[in-house]
């Protein structure tokens, strides 16, 4: 029987579907909260973590909320240090870290030659803008679509502050004035791609936590290379990667990897859940042996 701990600062339906098909696969859960780790240092021992973690084969790690630098660096220290006592982590801190910065995200797929939309980077204000294109300003750290706001002009800029004073600035892949827009969301597992939809609003913010309409759509040659590629280079046990079609290329807007996949199981008879599980559990086997 294997032991695992869902970690998360919000238990929602997620945890409850990765308990109750662990559960189905015999395996013992607990369900803790960043805040109910500690690590204790000590002369006779290195460190060691509180007993709920005592024995743990594996640990899926759900959604971390904001909150300080201190705060945020010390959940990924513990995951870090879970990793070197031999605990197999789904998805790891490295993994982590590498998405949860969307600079970080967008370094790796142009430095892999992976098609991302024209971005700028800058601490503190960008006084040059291209005024033959639209762009999108994003907070580096950020999810479901929130505080994105959308730049038409240095004028626009210069009234708009950056979170953390950080100004990510891309491209608007399309017409801003068209009536709809979309992009694609592709959940993979084991670096396969396990459903696909696409996310259609009258706004430029397509996240289905946004009020998008979400629609099946079958996946392509193209897109199923695509995702086992970003997978692979991002090293997810399991994540979502958004996609653009845009001038007959694919282009990779985010990779997350602590990703939703509620809106995305409406669309499927399939359990989505059930699949993760599943190749979890294999993971953590090779681990464990």
């Not at 907070?139 to 730049?151: A, M, T, W």
């Not at 990703?259 to 699949?275: F, R």
Request: charged content about 25%.
């Amino acid at each position: 029987m294997y032991s695992v701990a869902i970690i998360s600062d919000i238990h929602d339906w997620h945890s409850q579907q990765l308990e109750s098909n662990l559960l189905k696969k015999k395996c013992k859960v607990i369900k803790l909260n960043y805040d109910e780790i500690y690590a204790m240092f000590s002369k006779e021992k290195i460190f060691h973590f509180n007993k709920a973690l005592k024995n743990i084969n594996g640990i899926w790690v759900r959604f971390i909320k904001n909150g300080s630098l201190e705060e945020i660096t010390t959940k990924l220290t513990f995951l870090h240090l879970l990793k070197q006592e031999g605990i197999y982590i789904h998805n790891s801190a490295d993994t982590i870290e590498k998405t949860v910065d969307k600079v970080r995200t967008t370094g790796l797929l142009e430095i892999n030659k992976i098609r991302s939309p024209e971005t700028m980077v800058r601490i503190g204000k960008i006084k040059e803008l291209n005024s033959q294109n639209n762009f999108l300003l994003k907070p580096i750290f950020g999810s479901q679509g929130k505080n994105i706001l959308l730049i038409k002009s240095l004028s626009d800029l210069k009234k708009s502050d950056a979170v953390g004073n950080v100004y990510y600035l891309q491209k608007f892949l399309g017409d801003v004035n068209k009536k709809k827009h979309c992009d694609i969301r592709v959940l993979v597992s084991n670096h396969e791609p396990i459903a696909i939809m696409k996310r259609l609003s009258n706004r430029i913010i397509t996240n289905a936590y946004q009020g998008a309409f979400i629609k099946k759509m079958k996946i392509n040659n193209e897109i199923s290379y695509l995702s086992r590629k970003v997978s692979k280079l991002f090293n997810l046990g399991y994540g979502g990667i958004d996609l653009k079609f845009f001038e007959d290329e694919y282009y990779v807007l985010e990779v997350n990897s602590i990703p939703s996949w509620k809106s995305i199981q409406e669309l499927e008879s399939k359990n989505l859940s059930e699949i993760l599980v599943e190749d979890f559990i294999n993971n953590m086997k090779k681990n464990v042996f």
